[in-house]
C-alpha cells in the first residue's frame, strides 16, 4: 500500500512560519512556489515569482532572466520569502527563483541577513529578508 500525500501538504509548514511573520510585518511580499497557498492562508499580498499566475510582466522577467532586484523594484516588494536560503559566509544569501528551473528563470545576491529565519520542518527552513524601495535586501 502507498499512501501519497498531496503537494500542498509540502507547504503547510512553510505557510505556517511565514504566517508567524506576516501577523506582525504588513507589506507585500514576493516568493516562489507556494505563494498562492500563502497568501490564501495569510490574506497577504504576495507576488508570485514562480510566473505561474502574476502576469505578463513576470513571464517576460522570466524569459530575460531579469535581475531579483530589478524584479522587487518593479512590483514594490517589502519582503522576500526564501525556502532553505544558502549562504557561504552569511554575508550575502543566493536568492533564485523559480528554484526548481535549473536552465533559467531570476536570480541575485541579498547581501543582508534575513530579518526572519526559522526552521519549520528538518528539511525546510525559511528565510525573510527585508527589501527596500531598490529591490535591495537591507
Not at 530579518?115 to 535586501?137: C, H, L, S, W, Y
Request: glycine share 8%.
Amino acid at each position: 500500500f502507498y499512501a501519497a500525500r498531496p503537494r500542498s501538504a509540502f507547504y503547510e509548514p512553510v505557510t505556517r512560519t511565514v504566517a508567524e511573520f506576516v501577523k506582525t510585518h504588513k507589506g507585500r511580499y514576493a516568493m516562489g512556489a507556494g505563494a498562492g497557498i500563502a497568501a490564501f492562508e495569510t490574506g497577504a499580498e504576495f507576488v508570485r515569482l514562480d510566473g505561474m499566475a502574476q502576469d505578463k510582466k513576470m513571464i517576460d522577467f522570466l524569459g530575460a532572466q531579469t535581475d531579483l532586484t530589478n524584479v522587487f523594484k518593479h512590483y514594490g516588494v517589502n519582503y522576500y520569502v526564501a525556502v532553505n536560503p544558502t549562504s557561504a559566509d552569511k554575508t550575502c544569501y543566493s536568492a533564485r527563483e523559480p528554484v526548481q528551473n535549473r536552465f533559467g528563470g531570476m536570480s541575485d545576491w541579498l547581501c543582508a541577513a534575513p530579518v526572519f529565519e526559522k526552521q519549520a520542518t528538518p528539511k525546510i527552513r525559511i528565510g525573510i529578508f527585508q527589501i527596500d524601495e531598490n529591490g535591495k535586501a537591507y
